[in-house]
């Protein structure tokens, strides 16, 4: 495999090729000129989505893999209850405003009837060859008044003539049919794994690719907006939006919509650059289950509406849109305890947002524009009205007068983006009692900026204190919330029977000690080493007895951490009295640094084993330290 992750487009090409920033002017006379970079129409439309579902469900959902190998038969893919209307009933339930549905993952399965290859859903059990899910899911989300867009994997581990000219003809057609055949589209995602093993039509090799050569970014962007002029494209240097730089949904603090004209780098991703010439704006992608497709296993690993709220703080509280991942199970449906979390989650939000706090106050400012652009703009819930000062005041003061008995804590910001980001440093005070006391200070306004405070508070006034601003300020909103906890939702009951329970189980031999958390079921707990240099990292298991085995999982620390990494790849040996072993394969574990899911890896056929050698040969991406919260083994 290449060191391409999932999402890692060290793209080059000329940014100038995709859509100029065309930034709306702002209709009053005498308007601030535009600061910096500025987004384009359907950036702007793009940035007030705010949230939506990604939909993972393809022919993975039948294997229980995050990525297949592209030598799949077409007759694994039959569900047996197929559910559109319930998938995005539950995203609506959510607070989602639109479906991104993967077309065609890395396995190269299409889940539209396309003549361009026999590898597609016309040859498989579903509706005997006469289905069309991206139809059927479009359809379903236009009826639910929720927007649609796609998914579509350049890599593709199938095709015979990928790494090759004859590939990119094959996929910039796959990219018309879908533009062409499906409605408007407001989003098409482009993933950033290209290259490595594959089926390739029976070659079973590895090929790599210089991505940005192979596939000239920019002209297939351009394909793109020929077909579909309102649709932001994911990930390319020239695309419309960013990835965030990972897969936990969380934003950097600040993150800021611009970035350098250069390929691009993961930790300018999280964060954004400060005054970069390119307004490319980040989408923070996350699943709601550990993996991107539906593993029986995570049923029991769902988030909790809790988190997802954080998420929300982390993501869309932070000025990026937050895409929330809900995979489908084997039927074809959103499982009920993911439903359930989705609608305490959304009827939490729902009940947040619904009555903004600050309506009624008296709004005042040190200094102001004139008349169009009075303080009291921030008030009137038009995004498109703004208060604004004379150019040379960059630092000024907006205060609000607000009615008794107004208990909040939630406070939101936002600048009117045609205009630029322009507030560099703010900080927001109120008088509680009499007294002025700081909340907050925070860098980057944006579409917008959450803050949470620890606990309501009743404050007499509220005012916005702009510390540090190139250009004169654009705040179009100033808004106040009493947040409303979700309800709880108790978590479901998990019946794998093919997993084998760890009781009884002992490590044997680590070459670190602390291997025995490997056991515990517990993911934040973990086994962690210096990364392996000349010797692999390894721990060897005794299962207590011989038993017959399908394979083994392994999870990795969820936690964010730079220090350390999940494991790059395995080798796995068994034996019966630990004395004379047998090879059982050896592989690489797919996306694991970025979607950090649990990784399961079936032998070549079941086998009988006592004790289970798995040694690691190095991280995934470079850190100091290899760490792995669990390993597990199946039967089935």
Known sequence: MTDLSRRTIL????????????????????????YGATPSPRQLAWHRRERYAFVHFSINTFTNREWGYGDESPALFNPTDFAPDQIVAAAKAGGMRGIILTAKHHDGFCLWPTQLTEHCIRNSPYKN??????????????????????????????????????????????????????GELFEFWFDGANGGDGYYGGA??????????????????????????????????????????????????????????????????????????????????VSIRPGWFYHPDEDGAVKTPERLIRLHDESIGRGTNLNLNLPPDRRGRIPDHDVAVLKSFGAALEASFARDLAQGAVASASATRGAAFAPAKVLDGDRDSYWSTPDGITTPTLTLDLPPGRRFDLIRLREFLPLGVRVTRFAVEAEVGGRWQRLAEKSCIGAQRIIRL??????????????DAPACPAISEVALFHSVAPVAVAAPRVADATALS?????????????????????????????????????????????????????????????????????????????THWTDAGEGEFQNIAYALATQRIPFAAPRELRFLRLSFPATAVPAAKLAIADVGAFSG
């Open 129 to 182: 060859g006469k289905g069309d899910i991206v139809r059927e899911m479009e359809q379903a989300t236009r009826r639910a008044g929720l927007s649609f867009g796609l998914y579509l994997s350049p890599w593709d581990r199938n095709h015979p003539e990928y790494g090759r000219p004859a590939y990119i003809d094959y996929y910039r057609k796959q990219v018309v049919e879908l533009c062409t055949r499906y």
């Open 454 to 467: 620890p606990r309501p508070i009743d404050a007499r006034r509220l005012r916005l204190v702009i510390l």
């Open 11 to 34: 793209a080059t090409g000329l940014a100038a090729t995709a859509m100029p920033a065309l930034a709306a002017p702002a209709s009053t006379a005498g308007a601030p000129k535009p």
């Open 502 to 578: 760890p009781r009884g189980w002992k490590v044997v031999t680590a070459s670190a000690p602390g291997a025995e958390a490997l056991l515990d079921g517990n993911g934040d707990t973990i086994w962690s080493q210096p990364a392996p240099a000349a010797t692999p990292a390894s721990v060897t298991l005794d299962l207590g007895r011989a038993q017959t085995v399908a394979g083994f999982s392994l999870t990795p620390w969820r936690h964010p951490d730079t220090a350390s990494a999940p494991p790059r790849g395995y080798h796995a040996e068994t034996s019966l009295d630990g």
């Open 204 to 285: 079973r090799e590895t090929r790599k690719i210089d991505a940005p050569k192979y596939y000239n970014w920019p002209s297939i962007i351009a394909l793109v907006h020929q077909h579909q002029p309102m649709a932001c494209t994911f990930d390319p240097l020239g695309a419309d939006i960013r990835w965030v730089g990972n897969e936990d949904g969380v934003a950097g603090d600040p993150c800021w919509p611009t970035m350098p004209d250069h390929p691009y780098v993961q930790s300018e991703g999280n964060s954004g650059v400060r005054g970069g010439v390119l307004w490319w704006p980040a989408e923070t992608d």
